[in-house]
């Protein structure tokens, strides 16, 4: 899924694009309101996240001269501003969401993927390993029957897993995946996720599970 981010602070939109591109989504940024409308009428995107405080166009008047030529783009409104008045103008304009700073990039990520299921733009791929399949659009994980849904993190961590299996993957590593490299998250955290996943195996019976390599790290394996 190709995604336009337009976001005037370099520092954010550089975290939010490496955190979507870590999530399997191609996005191309720019930094001002014009190049944000003479890419979207220009590209072929599967949708925007919008800042509303920009130079030369503010997010209003990019999406309201959109709207205005028929470009049905999904669209994110994605800013400082978060009184009920500018939410309604937003939408009013023709938003298809509005997240309101700060945020979580789960809630932005969850908000993403929800906004391209209900355009139909959105097709999740599952991921499969033996008799487990993780669901992209629902953040389940299945086996036969039997589901458990997994928070945003444990969905990450299981994700890494299920993209890399037999790979043995440090702690170290997958906080630095999961969490970004400059997190003040402490390792134990990792740990805490991995505990949490192990029981949601258990739980739907799969013959899948997360070896321990003492002093490596961990890996998606099947019971032999």
Request: with cysteine.
């Amino acid at each position: 899924m190709r995604i336009l981010l337009v976001e005037d602070e370099r520092d954010l939109s550089e975290a939010l694009c490496a955190f979507l591109e870590k999530n399997q989504f191609s996005v191309d940024a720019v930094y001002d309101g014009a190049a944000g409308y003479d890419y979207a009428t220009a590209g072929e995107y599967d949708a925007m996240i919008l800042d509303i405080m920009l130079p030369h166009l503010d997010g209003i008047e990019v999406l309201t001269r959109l709207r205005e030529n028929g470009v049905m783009l999904p669209v994110m409104l994605l800013t400082a501003k978060g009184e009920k008045d500018d939410r309604i103008l937003g939408f009013d304009t023709g938003a298809d969401d509005y997240l309101p700073k700060p945020f979580d990039p789960d809630e932005l990520l969850a908000r993403l993927r929800a906004m391209l299921r209900r355009s139909g733009g959105y097709r999740p791929s599952n991921l499969t390993f033996g008799d487990l399949t993780l669901d992209c659009g629902e953040s389940l994980l299945r086996c036969g029957s039997r589901s458990e849904r997994l928070s945003g993190r444990e969905f990450q961590v299981m994700e890494l897993f299920m993209r890399s299996p037999r790979v043995i993957l440090s702690a170290e590593r997958i906080l630095e995946r999961v969490w970004g490299w400059d997190t003040e998250v402490e390792i134990n955290v990792v740990w805490v996720h991995i505990s949490n996943l192990r029981k949601k195996l258990v739980s739907v019976g799969s013959t899948a599970m997360i070896r321990v390599s003492r002093g490596l790290g961990y890996a998606l394996e099947e019971k032999v």
